[in-house]
């Protein structure tokens, strides 16, 4: 990561922040509550993305043995994990203000709570294995099993539960709103932003696990 | 590499003849199983029984109960391996895949032998009426054979972990779920009597939902196997 | 069938705890090899790499049949392995483990044929009773028909003489030989009556120490 880069971040982070505040709110029936869009969108996608850097590094794993794929692996999950429950939680309030209530099983909260549990049993799972070739092949296996079932949750978990709530109130799902004029350009910042914070958490927590256990081996 | 289809199955056949010889003699599994669903039958019916139960109630329950009963001993195929150090000579002898497909039969054997029991007795303890009972049994059957898919593969990871049973039901719940929720509309369908075309797209996720996971499982099971 | 297996700068370290390394011999066939060294050296982890049941952490180990490298998946079918790790079905009687483990390989099985190795090996008569009623020296010479099934080209044998009484022995002894003019035999062991098996002898040191050979 280019030291620059760190810079840049927080230029266009505290841009996007200040900009979500004084920009006319993206939907305008909700008003101000819709605000939220700008943060929790960018957090539930990183979220995905994260989950398939896991998969990325779980394959790579399995093909060349190699430690280190299994650190990043871990790591992904683990950032994935806490950028799905900001999102749930953002969502969850959200939700409060829009509707009413903080948890319904709307569709995107029940798939992105089915993503929590598989990926915290991903972290059980590892937790559960002590020998390090052990513990890297089966948590692959298993993160690889674990993506597997993301298309599933994508387009079945929505058709089974129908969503209670009127299609041009759903904010949250990119697809269905317009992206238009300054919201999308902040809205889009706020997703470069969110990349480039994760990659840069990803690269740093990647880095740390090699170096403990390089150390742990000088013991 | 396997020298030959006939050699093949007659080696997954060894494993399933010698699975279901074991199974007999130790109740390893089964016992648990059984247990299990009745205990958890029994705490049902006598809690909900007196109240007449919705078609979609009644189809939720047999199936949380059904999964629930089947995470307490699917494992054990695997486990009992691992416990007993046979596994040892399995990986020493016997190609990987043969294994997985032994295992996975077995395994469906087991739990529809199990259900041959306990539905019986869900109908008699429980006030529920089927009204397409060909559907149902089909959706028992689909319903079985993805549950046995899915967590065959994750026996056999935990079976390689220090604590089998609580991790067996921590990861296969999630990725059971789709799978849940299609057996309980098909059901749901089936107790009110609707067609095979009401039932289309649980139908539809039933036997692709399988079909998916135990292909992945064939790819990654040699990744577990082999260390 | 000329067999040779060859070790190249093999090391394995479990959680980054380093258990030997840089160990590279060949083993031609017609030849045994001795694995001796201390409890906790790695003699049965260096047996089980060479008969793929690890993979090592570093280096690798390749068989050649008639100068032909063999691939990994095919590896299992020269190999038989008799060591204390091995466990057979304790619920099933020692015919029908016979009968397991040949459909598993993909050999022909008959009932005459299998009383003929249990007689071979002094359990004649047991071959209906389950293997949990046997005692540990039985099991030990019922664990070397299994590991014979397929008359292997590659024999491993960890602490062959182990729970054996002078018939045992005696046995082990035949099994050897014979083993010695057919293929390659690999032993891990203290014991000073297996030295005279294999003119390779390879001594492991522990820890991170290399083996002399």
Not at chain 2, 7 to 20: L, Q, S
Not at chain 2, 198 to 219: E, G, R
Request: with cysteine.
């Amino acid at each position: 990561m280019p030291y620059i880069m760190k810079y840049i971040l927080l230029i266009f982070m505290s841009a996007v922040i200040i900009a979500a505040w004084i920009v006319e709110p993206p939907q305008s029936q909700l008003g101000s509550v819709s605000r939220i869009f700008y943060f929790h969108v960018p957090a539930a996608l990183i979220s995905v993305l994260a989950f398939g850097f896991a998969l990325y590094n779980s394959i790579a794993y399995l093909k060349t043995n190699e430690i280190k794929y299994d650190f990043r692996s871990a790591s992904s999950v683990e950032l994935g994990l806490m950028f799905c429950i900001l999102a749930t939680v953002s969502g969850a309030v959200f939700a409060k203000a829009a509707w009413g209530a903080y948890w319904n099983w709307d569709p995107r909260q029940t798939s992105i709570f089915i993503l929590i549990l598989i990926y915290g049993a991903y972290l059980a799972l590892r937790s559960a294995l002590d020998n390090e070739e052990r513990r890297a092949s089966l948590s692959a296996v298993y993160a690889i099993l674990a993506f597997v079932t993301v298309p599933f949750l994508v387009f079945i978990v929505p058709r089974i539960y129908p969503s209670l709530h009127p299609e041009d109130t759903i904010v949250g799902s990119g697809g269905e709103m317009q992206l238009t004029g300054m919201v999308a350009v902040i809205f889009w910042i706020s997703m470069v932003c969110f990349a480039i914070m994760f990659y840069w958490l990803y690269s740093l927590q990647s880095r740390i696990e090699l170096i403990v256990r390089k150390r742990l081996k000088e013991i | 590499m396997v020298k030959s289809i006939s050699g093949f199955t007659a080696a997954a056949a060894a494993v399933i003849h010698k699975d279901i010889v074991s199974e007999f003699r130790t109740r390893y599994a089964f016992n648990a199983l059984i247990m299990f669903s009745l205990v958890t039958l029994t705490v049902v019916s006598i809690a909900i029984g007196r109240f007449n139960l919705t078609a979609d109630l009644s189809a939720a329950f047999l199936w949380v109960m059904v999964f629930f009963s089947a995470v307490s001993g699917l494992s054990q195929s695997f486990v009992k391996e691992e416990e007993t150090r046979t596994i040892i000579s399995l990986q020493l002898y016997a190609e990987p895949l043969t294994i997985f497909a032994g295992k996975l039969i077995f395994n469906c054997i087991l739990m529809l032998f199990l259900e041959s029991i306990f539905i019986p007795l869900y109908f008699i303890l429980l006030p529920v009426n089927c009204g397409n009972l060909i559907l149902f049994l089909l959706v028992i059957v689909l319903g079985t054979i993805g549950l046995v898919g899915t967590t065959t593969i994750i026996a056999a990871i935990v079976a390689k972990s220090s604590m089998k049973g609580a991790l067996f039901a921590v990861l296969s719940f999630p990725i059971l779920l789709p799978l849940l929720v299609a057996a309980i509309g098909a059901t749901e369908t089936s107790f009110s009597g609707g067609s095979f075309g009401a039932a289309s797209n649980d139908l539809k996720l039933l036997i692709s939902y399988p079909v998916i996971m135990i292909v992945a499982s064939t790819f990654l099971f040699e990744y577990i196997w082999n260390e | 069938m000329q067999v040779k297996i060859v070790a190249d700068n093999i090391g394995k370290s479990f959680n980054g705890h380093c258990i030997f390394k840089d160990l590279s011999f060949v083993v031609e066939y017609q030849e045994g090899l001795i694995i001796s060294g201390a409890n906790g050296s790695g003699k049965s982890t260096l047996i089980k790499i060479l008969c793929g049941l690890l993979s090592p952490t570093k280096g690798r180990i390749e068989y050649h049949i008639d100068n032909e490298k063999v691939i990994k998946e095919q590896r299992r079918s020269f190999i038989g392995l008799v060591s204390p790790e091995i466990q057979l079905y304790d619920e099933l009687t020692a015919l029908e483990n016979i009968q397991f483990f040949s459909k598993l390989m993909g050999l022909y099985y008959t009932t005459s044929g299998a009383k003929n190795l249990l007689q071979e090996f002094g359990l004649r008569g047991r071959g209906y009773d389950r293997l949990h009623s046997f005692s540990s020296g039985m099991k030990q010479r019922f664990k070397y028909i299994i590991g014979l099934l397929k008359e292997p080209p590659i024999l491993f044998l960890d602490e062959p003489l182990s729970n054996l009484d002078k018939q045992g022995q005696l046995i082990v002894d035949k099994v050897c030989h014979r083993q010695l003019e057919q293929g390659i035999l690999v032993i891990a062991t203290n014991d000073d009556r297996d030295l005279k098996y294999g003119e390779k002898h390879i001594r492991l040191h522990g820890g991170s120490s290399r083996g002399d050979t």
